[in-house]
């Protein structure tokens, strides 16, 4: 059986330092593996929403934030010499990831894990738990030591 083959990898970012963590490990393996790596970023637009009267300012500076988390993911590619699309779609962080990896053809999508406890995960729910349940392709989850 012949072994699987990655030629497009999902890095999906929030730009937290657990993301860019992961973001390092999705280069280098799309650096070994002559893999396209897309950074996506996904703006929580009912999170802008509920900040009621501001919602377009909120709106805006989650666009900026995107932006400069997946353009910082664009450098690092820069630098190792791996092609890199930036994405930013507006939705809900658990559904869009699994949505854009299908809209790609995702071979694999590389996500940051932050320690949550087991109470925390049922309650308050993991994205990185729920794409790793729902995406069609292998998912590997980077926990920052």
């Known amino acids: 059986m012949p072994l699987p083959r990655y030629s497009t990898i999902l890095v999906p970012t929030d730009g937290s330092e657990y993301a860019f963590y992961a973001a390092e490990h999705a ?23 509920h900040a009621g009267i501001h919602y377009a300012e909120s709106k805006v500076e989650m666009e900026s934030t995107g932006r400069e988390a997946v353009q910082r993911i664009k450098s690092l590619c820069d630098e190792n010499g791996v092609e890199c699309e930036c ?3 507006e939705g809900q ?4 990831i699994v949505d854009v990896a299908d809209k790609i053809g995702a071979d694999c999508i590389v996500i940051g894990s932050i320690g949550m406890s087991a109470l925390e ?3 308050i729910g993991s994205v990185s738990d729920s794409v790793l349940r729902h995406a069609k392709c292998p998912v590997l989850m980077v926990r920052k030591p």
């Open 87 to 89: 994405m930013i779609v």
């Open 121 to 123: 995960r049922v309650l």
């Open 93 to 96: 962080p658990k559904e869009a």
């Open 27 to 49: 280069v280098y393996l799309a650096k070994e593996l002559g893999a396209k790596l897309y950074a996506l970023n996904v703006i929580n637009a009912p999170l802008a929403f």
